[in-house]
Structure formats: structure tokens, C-alpha cells
């Protein structure tokens, strides 16, 4: 009857050990996936917000009423933008 006792109150330490593993398993893996949906949405908001300076850059960049002048690109190659979905 002892060494059923004792099995039991092992079985059950072990049971309680791994449900604390499990659960700060399945926290990290929540908190993981929480970082990695708030860096798309970074990324997502970083991409908008660069399509709206373009638009924006190319609206106000335009020559108006016959006015000429020298129009300075301030995105060659879009290395901003390429480095933005890199990191």
C-alpha cells in the first residue's frame, strides 16, 4: 500500500512538473506570436506610409503653370523602402 502511495504522489509531481513546462511553453509560444503579428503590422504601416509619401512627393513635384525646375528624387532605387522589408 506504501509503494502505491508513493507511486502515486511520483506520478502525481511529475503530472503537476509537466503541466508548468506546458504552460510556459504555450505562453512563449503566445507571446511569440504576438511579436511577430505586431512586426507585420509594422511593416504593413511602413509600406503604407511609404506608398503615401510617394504619391504624395509626386503630386507636389510636378511642375505647375509652365514652371520648370530641377526635381531631386528622394527615393533612388527605393533603397528605403528595400531596406524597411529587409529588416
Known sequence: FQLLNMFSLRFLETLWLFSVFYRKRTISEVQL????REH??????????????????VTSAKPQHGQSGIIKNLFPNDSLGSNMRKS
Do not use: F
Not at 506570436?33 to 511577430?36: L, R
Open 33 to 36: 506570436m504576438h511579436n511577430v
Open 40 to 57: 507585420k503590422q509594422v511593416g504593413e504601416r511602413q509600406d503604407w506610409l511609404q506608398e503615401k509619401l510617394k504619391d504624395i512627393i
